[in-house]
C-alpha cells in the first residue's frame, strides 16, 4: 500500500511562544472523504493551546476551529485554504 508523501512542512516560532505550523501530505488516492487527495493540519497556537486550526482528520472531513469553536470548511484549494488560514491568524494577530 503506498504512503502519503509529505509536501509542506512549515513551522515557525513567534517572540511570544506561539507557534504557527503547517503540514501538507499527498495521499496516494483520493477518496470520499478527502477527494482533493490531501491531508493536512494547519496550526497556530502555544502548545498545548490551539487558536486556530485546519485540519481533516478521517472522519470529520474539511473542518477549522477557533479556540473552543469548530465548523465545517470547503476546500477549494490549497492555496486557497493557505490563504484563509494566514488570513484568521493575521486577525488574530491584529497584524
Known sequence: MARATLIMDRKFHL?????????????????????????????????GERIIGYDNEFGKGDHRHYRDHEEPYRFESLERMIGDFEDDVRRELKV
Open 15 to 47: 517572540d511570544d511562544g506561539r507557534i504557527i505550523q503547517m503540514k501538507v501530505w499527498q495521499l496516494p488516492d483520493p477518496n470520499a472523504e478527502r477527494p482533493h487527495g490531501l491531508k493536512y493540519s494547519l496550526f497556530f497556537g502555544r502548545p
